[in-house]
C-alpha cells in the first residue's frame, strides 16, 4: 500500500502558486495573511547527517526556507522512511549559535572553560594561515606530526580527508570508531576475515537474538531497522520473535518478547553456553559445518567442556533453564540472527565476545542466507589516481601510528581512538606539532574525557571544523565554521546493513546561511594552497565539493537524475556466495582464528592454545568492589544527535521517552539498590570512580541490573549551546580508560562507580 | 460523510518518536524549555508516553504514541464555555483560536492530557517560521495561520492535509495522512474512516485486539491501539 504520495519528485521544479488561488479555497480563517504574492515551493533530495545511517531524505523548502524533512521514497536502505533525528536535520540548519565566520583566537593560554578570545577574520586569512604552518611542517621533513582528527563526517569528506593525509604523509587520521564499534569489527574479521560490523537481513529473520545491541536506538543503519521491525512484527504471515540480552531494559528490550537481564561483560560466555546447548543438542546445520567451516572440532571441545549452562548460570546470572531454553528456540526457529551490540562488545575481552556472539550464526547456517548474515556491498565509486607521493609523503606514512594500531599493543586494531590523548601527552612515539579536527569532539565523547583536554591544550596548534563551537572547538587556535549537512555537496552511504548498496547524493537545500565552506571545500583550499604533489594529487578530481561528487559518482547515472532522484541503488543482494566471501587462510568460516594466528605469528606475539578461539575472559574493572560495589554503564538514546552538539529543542525534549523526561540525563538506578543507598528518585547524588565524580540527577528504575547504574550519552555539554549547555552530566568525565586489546575498541563499561546523596 | 479515526499499532511501534518531532514540524507547535518541562508546559500535539509496570526483572515498560483522541464524545467540547472546541461533521475536535477564551477549562477536563496552552510571545519561536502556515501550499491551508498567545492548541489530525486530500479527490489514509502516520518509519501508525468498513482502520480493527485509553470515562475516543 502507498500511503505515500510522493509529490513532486522532480526535485528541483520549482512549484510556484499564487497567494490568489489559495486565498479563494474555502476555509476557516484567513489562510493568507502576509500579502507577499508568490509562495515557491520545491522539495530537494538530501540525506541527513544526524547519525552515521546518513539517510536520504527530501526537504521542502518555501520561499528559501527549509520548513520539514521527510524520507525518500527511491531510498530501498530505510524504504523511504526516517527516524526522529532527522526532523531535527531543521534545528541543525537553523540552530542560532552557528559560527557564521572564520575565527582565530587571541587568548595563548587554553584550558577548559577558558574564553579563546575569538576575533573575526577572512577564510582568505584563515586558509593561509593554516596552510604556511602546514608547509612549514611538511618543510621540516616531519609529516607525521600532523593529526587529524574525525567525528562525524560525511563518507566523501572521509574520502577527502584520508587522501590529504596520504598525499601530505601522515598516517595519524583518527577517526571516532575506536570509541564505537571496533571489538564488533574485529569478532567478524576474526571467523571470516571482514573487519566490519555485519549487515544482518533484519528483513527476512525469524528470531532475534539481540546482545546488547540497541537495535531501536543507537544501531545502524537505524531507520532501516526501524522500517523492517514493523515489517517482521506485522506485516508477513510469521512474526519473528526478539529476545534481548541486556543489563538494562532498553528501548530494544522494552519492545522485544523477552528480555533477560545479564551480568555485565559475561555475554561471551553466554554465547559459549548457548552453542554448548545447541551442539550437544545436535541442533547446530550440520551441512553447513561441515562444508563451509573450519576449527569446529576446538570449537566443540571448547564449548562443551568448558560451558555448560550450569557453569555459564553463575557467571551470567541467567539461569541454566533460560539458557537452555533461548538456545533451543535460536537453533530451531531459521532462519536466525545472534546481533552482537555495543552493550556485549565495548569490553577488554570485546573482541572475543563479538566472536563468539559472531560463531552462533554459523552454528545455525546464518551465514550469506535469506535472515541471516549477509555481506554488504559497497558503492562502486569511480576510483581517484593514486595520490602523488615524494619522499617526505612515503617516509611520514611509513611511520608508525600515534595510536599505537597494528603494534603489539593493539595488534589487530585499525583505530585506537582513546589512546591518542596519552601518545599527546607523553609525545610518543613523537610529539604531535599540529592537528585539525573535522566535526570531532572527543573530550566529550571518550572516556577519559579529561585527559583530552589536557592533550589538546598541549598541541601547539589546533585548527577545529564545525558549523558549532564545541568543547574541542574550545582549543582551537583557528576555527572553520563549516556548512550543515543541508548546505553542501557530498556523497554518503549507511554502515552495513541493506545488503545491497545504496548512494545518497546531499546537495544544498538552502543556500548557505553563512560566510560558511564545507569541509571538503577546505581541503581543496589547503591542498591548492599547499602546491607540490599535494596540490598534484587534488588535481583533476573535481576541484570542488560539488565538483568531487560529481566525479566520485560518474559512471553511476547521469547527474542531472543523481540530483533528482537524490539515490542511487545498486543491484538485488546475492546470497549464498560461500566460494567468495571467507576471506581466511582456510577460504572457510574458521570457528578457530588462522587470520589471528598468522597475525599474532608475524608480531611474535605469543599463542596459546585459547588464543585464537571464541572464549570468555572474565573482565578486570577499573576500581575494587568493595569501595565502588557499582557498575558504570552508558547507552545512547535516539536523540543523541551524533554531531557533537545536542543543541536541539526537539532533541532535547523528547530525550529520555521511557522516561518520560527531556533536557537532562540521569543516573538510573535499581530500586532495591537505590533502597539500600537511601536514593530516593530525583535524589541528587555523587557517582564517584576511581578517577572523578560528577553530581547527577538520580532515577529510581526498574529496568536495571542491581550491581549496574546507566547514565544516557549526550549530555553534559559545557563549552556551548543555549540549549545544551550545563544540562545534564557526561558520564565519560568519570569513565576509566581501558581498551579491548586486540581492537583498542575503548572498553566503555568497566568502570566501578559508588553513588551517594550529595 | 466520513468519521476519521486513527490505529496504532504497539506491537510496530519502536518508541522512535518520529511522530511527535513531525507533528511539532508540521504544525509548527513551539518547542518547551527545561523549565517549562519541570512544569508541564511545554506545548505538544502528540507525545510518545511511558506506562510502567513491574519490578525487576519483571518490568513491563510501554510506549504509548498519543495524539488527541478526537473523543466522540469529548469532555473538552462539552466544558468550552466559548464554543471554541467543537467536533466537526467528520469527527475531528477543533480548537478555534480566535474564538478562545484562554479558560483551560478543557485542559483540566481532557482525561488525556491532549491540550498545550500557548504561553509562548512568536519571537520566542526562534526555529519557527512566522511568516508560513505550515504546509501551506501543498497540504491545504491550516485555517489559524497565526499562532495566538494565550489559547489553547491541541492535534488536528493534521485536518489540513484531509481537507486538501478532499478537495483535490485523493484518497484520505492511502493517498494522506497526518503528519505522524506519514513520519512513522515502522508503519505503525494508519488513518481512516471508522465508518468505511473496507477501509485499512476497519480491517485492521476487525482482525486484531484493540483498547482504546480510559474506555472507562465514556469518551468514545477515535484512536485505537492494537494491542494483540
Given at each position: 500500500m502507498s500511503r505515500r504520495t510522493f509529490i513532486k519528485l522532480s526535485g528541483l521544479a520549482v512549484a510556484v502558486l499564487a497567494a490568489s488561488r489559495l486565498l479563494k479555497r474555502p476555509a476557516l480563517g484567513s489562510a493568507v495573511s502576509s500579502g507577499e504574492g508568490v509562495i515557491t515551493e520545491k522539495w530537494v533530495p538530501t540525506s541527513c547527517l544526524n547519525c552515521a545511517t546518513r539517510c536520504a531524505t527530501r526537504v521542502r523548502v518555501v520561499n528559501g526556507r527549509a520548513v520539514k524533512v521527510a524520507g525518500n521514497p527511491l531510498s530501498r536502505v530505510s524504504e523511504g522512511e526516517n527516524c526522529a533525528r532527522a526532523n531535527v536535520g531543521l534545528q541543525v540548519l537553523y540552530d542560532p549559535g552557528r559560527v557564521t565566520t572564520p575565527l582565530k583566537r587571541t587568548n595563548p593560554t587554553k584550558g577548559r572553560g577558558i574564553d579563546p578570545g575569538w576575533t573575526e577574520i577572512s577564510w582568505e586569512q584563515a586558509l593561509n594561515e593554516v596552510s604556511e604552518r602546514l608547509k612549514a611542517l611538511r618543510g621540516k621533513e616531519q609529516p607525521e606530526r600532523l593529526l587529524l582528527l574525525c567525528g562525524l563526517n560525511t563518507v566523501s569528506a572521509e574520502d577527502i580527508i584520508r587522501r590529504f593525509a596520504d598525499a601530505y604523509g601522515t598516517p595519524n587520521v583518527v577517526s571516532a570508531d575506536g570509541l564505537n564499534n571496533e571489538a564488533d569489527k574485529a569478532g567478524e574479521w576474526l571467523a571470516d576475515g571482514h573487519y566490519t560490523q555485519s549487515a544482518y537481513d533484519l528483513e527476512r529473520t525469524n528470531y532475534i537474538l539481540s546482545f546488547g545491541a540497541s537495535i531501536l536506538e543507537s544501531y545502524k543503519p537505524l531507520a532501516r531497522s526501524l522500517r523492517m521491525w514493523g515489517k517482521i512484527r506485522r506485516e508477513r504471515p510469521i512474526r519473528a520473535k526478539v529476545v534481548v540480552i541486556d543489563p538494562r531494559y532498553s528501548i530494544t528490550a522494552l519492545r522485544a518478547d523477552r528480555w533477560v537481564p545479564i551480568n555485565p561483560g559475561t555475554d561471551g560466555a553466554l554465547a559459549l553456553a548457548i552453542a554448548h546447548v545447541i551442539i550437544s543438542e545436535g541442533l547446530y546445520d550440520v551441512d553447513f559445518v561441515k562444508k563451509w567451516t573450519s576449527g569446529f572440532d576446538e570449537y566443540r571441545k571448547l564449548a562443551i567442556d568448558y560451558y555448560d549452562p550450569e557453569a555459564v548460570a553463575i557467571t551470567t546470572g541467567i539461569p541454566a533453564d533460560t539458557i537452555r531454553q533461548i538456545a533451543g528456540e535460536f537453533a530451531r526457529t531459521r532462519p536466525a540472527i545472534a546481533w552482537r551490540g555495543r552493550g556485549a562488545t565495548s569490553w577488554p575481552n570485546g573482541s572475543y565476545s563479538s566472536y563468539a556472539i559472531f560463531c552462533l550464526n554459523a552454528l545455525v547456517g546464518s551465514i550469506d542466507i535469506p535472515g541471516g548474515v549477509t555481506y554488504q556491498e559497497n558503492p562502486e565509486y569511480r576510483l581517484m589516481p593514486e595520490p602523488v607521493e615524494d619522499d617526505p609523503a612515503r617516509e611520514g606514512r611509513a611511520r608508525p601510528a600515534l595510536d599505537l594500531r597494528k603494534t603489539g599493543r593493539f595488534p589487530a586494531a585499525k583505530v585506537v581512538t582513546n589512546q591518542v590523548a596519552d601518545s599527546i601527552l607523553e609525545n610518543k612515539p613523537y610529539p604531535v606539532e599540529m592537528a585539525l579536527g573535522f566535526n570531532s569532539n572527543f573530550n566529550m565523547s571518550a572516556p577519559g574525557a579529561g585527559r583530552w583536554d589536557e592533550a589538546l591544550g598541549k598541541v601547539s596548534y589546533y585548527v577545529h571544523a564545525a558549523p558549532f563551537i564545541s568543547e574541542m572547538a574550545e582549543y582551537a587556535d583557528i576555527f572553520f565554521p563549516l556548512t550543515t549537512f543541508m548546505e553542501e555537496w557530498a556523497y554518503d552511504h549507511s554502515p552495513p546493513g541493506s545488503g545491497f548498496a545504496e548512494i545518497r547524493i546531499k546537495q544544498?537545500?538552502?543556500?548557505?546561511?553563512?560566510d560558511t565552506k564545507s569541509n571538503i571545500d577546505i581541503v581543496f583550499e589547503i591542498a591548492g594552497r599547499l602546491g607540490g604533489t599535494v596540490g598534484q594529487s587534488f588535481a583533476g578530481i573535481g576541484d570542488d565539493a560539488q565538483g568531487f561528487v560529481r566525479y566520485r559518482t560518474a559512471g553511476l547515472a547521469s547527474w542531472d537524475k543523481l540530483l533528482e532522484q537524490g539515490v542511487w541503488v545498486g543491484p538485488d543482494y546475492e546470497y549464498y556466495k560461500y566460494r567468495r566471501i571467507f576471506k581466511t587462510p582456510s577460504g572457510k568460516f574458521e570457528f578457530r582464528s588462522g587470520n589471528l594466528e598468522s597475525l599474532l605469528k608475524e608480531k611474535g606475539e605469543e599463542i596459546n592454545s585459547l588464543t585464537c578461539l571464541p572464549h570468555y575472559e572474565e573482565v578486570k574493572f577499573l576500581g575494587n568492589s568493595n569501595e565502588y560495589p557499582l557498575l558504570l554503564s552508558t547507552y545512547q538514546p535516539l536523540l543523541n544527535i551524533e554531531n557533537g552538539s545536542q543543541n536541539y529543542p526537539w532533541a532535547q525534549e523528547m530525550f529520555l521517552v521511557m522516561h518520560g523526561a527531556g533536557w537532562t540525563n540521569f543516573i538510573e538506578i535499581n530500586r532495591s539498590t537505590a533502597q539500600d543507598l537511601r536514593i530516593k528518585d530525583g535524589d541528587t547524588v555523587w557517582v564517584e570512580s576511581r578517577f572523578n565524580k560528577i553530581k547527577a540527577r538520580a532515577r529510581v528504575f526498574e529496568g536495571i541490573h542491581p550491581g549496574v547504574v546507566s547514565i544516557a550519552s549526550g549530555q553534559g555539554h559545557h563549552a556551548y549551546g543555549k540549549w545544551a549547555e550545563g544540562i545534564g552530566v557526561n558520564p565519560n568525565e568519570i569513565i576509566g580508560v581501558d581498551y579491548d586489546?586486540?581492537?583498542?575498541?575503548?572498553?566503555?563499561?568497566s568502570t566501578r562507580v559508588r553513588v551517594y546523596r550529595a | 460523510m466520513a468519521r476519521w479515526g486513527m490505529v496504532i499499532d504497539l506491537d510496530k511501534c519502536t518508541g522512535c518518536q518520529s511522530c511527535a518531532v513531525a507533528c511539532k514540524a508540521e504544525n509548527n507547535v513551539p518547542h518547551g524549555s527545561p523549565e517549562e518541562h519541570e512544569r508541564r508546559t511545554a506545548p505538544f500535539w502528540h507525545k510518545v508516553i511511558a506506562v510502567s509496570n513491574g519490578e525487576y526483572p519483571a518490568v513491563r515498560i510501554d510506549l504509548i504514541p498519543m495524539p488527541c483522541m478526537h473523543c466522540d464524545d469529548a469532555p473538552c467540547v462539552t466544558v468550552c464555555p466559548a464554543k471554541a472546541t467543537y467536533r466537526r461533521e467528520d469527527g475531528i475536535v477543533i480548537q478555534d483560536f480566535r474564538r478562545c477564551i484562554g479558560c483551560k477549562y478543557c485542559i483540566v477536563a481532557c482525561p488525556y492530557g491532549a491540550r498545550s496552552f500557548n504561553y509562548k510571545e512568536p519571537e520566542e519561536k526562534e526555529y519557527h517560521r512566522p511568516d508560513l502556515p505550515p504546509e501551506r501550499a501543498d497540504r491545504g491551508i491550516w485555517p489559524f495561520p497565526h499562532r495566538v498567545h494565550g489559547v489553547v492548541e491541541k492535534c488536528t489530525f493534521c485536518f489540513h492535509r484531509i481537507d486538501q486530500a478532499i478537495r483535490e479527490g485523493k484518497k484520505v489514509g492511502e493517498e494522506v495522512v497526518p503528519a505522524c502516520a506519514e513520519a512513522c518509519p515502522a508503519h505503525a501508525i494508519s488513518f481512516g474512516d471508522l465508518d468505511d468498513s473496507d477501509s485499512n482502520v476497519s480491517r485492521l480493527l476487525s482482525s486484531r485486539q484493540w483498547m482504546r485509553l480510559r474506555e472507562e470515562m465514556g469518551t468514545s475516543p477515535k484512536v485505537f491501539y492494537l494491542t494483540g
Open positions: 544544498p537545500v538552502v543556500e548557505p546561511l553563512y586489546r586486540l581492537s583498542g575498541q575503548a572498553a566503555l563499561y | -
